[in-house]
């Protein structure tokens, strides 16, 4: 056995319909970090393009992790307050919130125990059993992921809206001492569209124009927005994780999505 594999290594996986993020890690060794994209063919399902996608992936050694970490993108999320929070009841709250969701999807929990509730969604059949076959893992969504940022996120402001824009989805938070009071998603394919989605939720949740703070991370899609946003919102703060995070890894996660750098940095 190499001396690589005595370390800790680390998977996590980005999973989208747009394409899939691999990033094969050793925590206590920075510099060893590959991370490889692999984009979908529409003609194909979700979990043989998983298994493309992870067979192609440029790591040296694709066993023997001792933690694998997974994001699934979806629209498709509820929180139930944790004084409900009951796995025999998933299915049928999952069922009551979408009722046209796909009744033969794994329904998979994190439960967020400082936000006080626990969110739910979907992850395809095929999928779930592709990433279980690699051994005991982890499985996120966006939202959750966001959620448990905002938990500890150094910023000042005792009540602010935080807005992630990436790939098909913009994630929309309006938080008030670190806890997300309300969390919603919206598709991100006409800027007009999304700008309005985020301006209603913004006057919905009584956010002013001059004092309140609206901060904004995630892909590039975030440019054409801003100076529409602008017009409407004083304050808008583009989140640099060189500026949160102090990790020595920064420069090696350029480019990868917003919730998977936060998923790799806090190990």
Known sequence: MTKD???????????????????DYIPSKPGSLNYFFYNTDKEKSLAVNFRAGFEEAPFADKENYSCIKCIVETAEFTAIPLEYDD?????????????????????????LNAQGYTIIFPVDKGIYEEISSLGE??????ASILAGFITNAPFNEERYMLAYFQGKHALFLSTRERKAELMNIFGNTNS????????????????????????ICGDNSIEEI?????KFIRN?????PNEIYTSNLLNRLEGIPFDLQTLILCE
């Open 5 to 23: 594999k005595n370390l800790k290594r680390t998977l996590s996986i980005r999973i989208s319909t747009d394409g899939f993020c691999f990033c």
């Open 236 to 240: 808008i703060k583009r989140i640099n």
């Open 87 to 111: 796995r025999n009841d998933y299915k049928q709250f999952f069922k009551h919130c979408f009722p046209h969701g796909n009744s033969n999807a794994e329904i998979v929990a994190n439960r």
């Open 137 to 142: 893992t982890s499985i996120y969504t966006p």
């Open 192 to 215: 007009q569209d999304t700008l309005f989605y985020m301006l209603s939720m913004w006057k919905e949740q009584g956010f002013s124009q001059t004092n309140d703070t609206l901060y």
């Open 226 to 230: 801003m100076p529409a946003v602008g």
